[in-house]
């Protein structure tokens, strides 16, 4: 897909716009796993999450090889359009972003604030990004996947940073949406030549990329419920999926129960805000906290952006009442 020298050229570019963001280890959290832990902070960037940087680079490239775009089309539940509305109104380009209905009010507002035209279509993800695309075919937009080389490319950046900074990680927990983040991680840890286990974590409601890892193929689901929305995946990319099941060791699935309770423990024990997929890599090493000992864990929190009404709703609560209150 890339190279080292390219990925360092991809750095250099992120970091224009998105300074290095830490790799930091936290007692309490070590505590509570009975380990060492490094967590990379994602949640530090200009939107708040790690797709930022698949945008500057994807937008950089699009600029440089096709200068007349009029416009690009995509379709999200939050953070890859946050990416592409963000890198969009850095090079002068239009952005129009598809969301489905009932999609985060907070990062619908984040979107337009970056300069997107923002449009609600549809129940879920998928429904959306069918209508972004047709309208890019007839309006003459560029439509901008969920899933590509480019935006790997920029996404991976923040895994060199924190190979680089923690080299002998044993175990690296990342969640899975559409792909990109995992991939990401593969990719520089074999350029790096390390030997770091990668394991990705899905929800529970929407499991489509573990259950294409166990079965060997792809496999979709007909929804993907979960309050986790970044998770929220019903049919993998077929790129990724053929990277992941030869890059990462196995997928873990984990509940909104458990996911819940890692945002309130990652407040707790860091005072770090972490929006459901962001949690999900600590939701995943504390269900598997029993086989961690003696080993170097990493955890990427992916992103910090979760509506507070949701928040209110699903983590302030004890678990069984969020569960009532959602219903």
Same mark, same amino acid.
């Given at each position: 897909?890339?190279?080292?020298?390219?990925?360092?050229?991809? +750095?250099?570019?992120?970091?224009?716009?998105?300074?290095?963001?830490?790799?930091?280890?936290?007692?309490?959290?070590?505590?509570?796993?009975?380990?060492?832990?490094?967590?990379?902070?994602?949640? +530090?960037?200009?939107?708040?999450?790690?797709?930022?940087?698949?945008?500057?680079? %994807? *937008?950089? =490239?699009?600029?440089?090889?096709?200068?007349?775009?009029?416009?690009?089309?995509?379709?999200? =539940?939050?953070? +890859?359009?946050?990416?592409?509305?963000?890198?969009?109104?850095?090079?002068?380009?239009?952005?129009?972003?598809?969301?489905? =209905?009932?999609?985060?009010?907070?990062?619908?507002?984040?979107?337009?604030?970056?300069?997107?035209?923002?449009?609600?279509?549809?129940?879920?993800?998928?429904?959306?990004?069918?209508?972004?695309? &047709?309208?890019?075919?007839?309006?003459?937009?560029?439509?901008?996947?969920?899933?590509?080389?480019?935006?790997?490319?920029?996404?991976?950046? %923040?895994?060199?940073?924190?190979? &680089?900074?923690?080299?002998?990680?044993?175990?690296?927990?990342?969640?899975?949406?559409?792909?990109?983040?995992?991939?990401?991680? /593969?990719?520089? &840890?074999?350029?790096?030549?390390?030997?770091?286990?990668?394991?990705?974590?899905?929800?529970?409601?929407?499991?489509? %990329?573990?259950?294409?890892?166990?079965?060997?193929?792809?496999?979709?689901?007909?929804?993907?419920?979960?309050?986790?929305?970044?998770?929220?995946?019903?049919?993998?990319?077929?790129?990724?999926?053929?990277?992941? =099941?030869?890059?990462?060791?196995?997928?873990?699935?984990?509940?909104?129960?458990?996911?819940?309770?890692? /945002?309130?423990?990652?407040?707790?024990?860091?005072?770090?805000?972490?929006?459901?997929?962001?949690?999900?890599?600590?939701?995943?090493?504390?269900?598997?906290?029993?086989?961690?000992?003696?080993?170097?864990?990493?955890?990427? *929190?992916?992103?910090?952006?979760?509506?507070?009404?949701?928040?209110? &709703?699903?983590?302030?609560?004890?678990?069984?009442?969020?569960?009532?209150?959602?219903?």
């Amino acid at each position: 897909m890339f190279d080292l020298k390219e990925l360092e050229r991809a +750095h250099a570019i992120v970091g224009q716009a998105v300074p290095a963001t830490p790799a930091r280890g936290w007692p309490l959290l070590a505590e509570r796993l009975g380990t060492e832990v490094v967590v990379k902070h994602e949640n +530090h960037t200009p939107i708040g999450a790690f797709k930022v940087r698949g945008g500057l680079v %994807y *937008l950089g =490239r699009l600029k440089r090889e096709r200068p007349n775009t009029p416009g690009i089309i995509s379709a999200t =539940r939050g953070n +890859h359009g946050q990416s592409l509305a963000f890198a969009a109104s850095r090079h002068g380009v239009p952005a129009v972003i598809y969301v489905p =209905r009932g999609n985060s009010v907070e990062k619908n507002r984040a979107m337009k604030a970056f300069g997107a035209e923002l449009v609600e279509h549809g129940e879920d993800f998928q429904a959306a990004r069918e209508e972004a695309e &047709r309208r890019a075919q007839f309006a003459g937009l560029h439509m901008v996947p969920s899933f590509h080389p480019n935006l790997v490319l920029g996404v991976a950046t %923040y895994a060199l940073e924190l190979f &680089r900074a923690a080299p002998d990680l044993d175990i690296l927990y990342v969640p899975i949406g559409q792909g990109s983040g995992i991939c990401g991680c /593969i990719m520089a &840890r074999d350029l790096l030549g390390l030997k770091t286990e990668i394991v990705g974590v899905q929800s529970t409601e929407a499991p489509s %990329y573990a259950l294409s890892f166990a079965a060997g193929t792809i496999v979709t689901t007909e929804t993907s419920n979960t309050l986790a929305d970044g998770m929220a995946t019903r049919i993998p990319d077929a790129d990724a999926f053929a990277l992941i =099941r030869k890059g990462a060791s196995r997928i873990i699935q984990v509940t909104d129960d458990e996911v819940a309770a890692a /945002i309130r423990a990652y407040w707790t024990d860091t005072h770090n805000l972490a929006e459901g997929a962001g949690a999900a890599a600590l939701a995943a090493a504390l269900q598997e906290k029993s086989k961690l000992g003696g080993k170097r864990v990493g955890l990427v *929190l992916s992103g910090g952006n979760i509506d507070f009404d949701l928040f209110k &709703r699903w983590v302030m609560a004890d678990a069984p009442q969020a569960q009532k209150v959602v219903a």
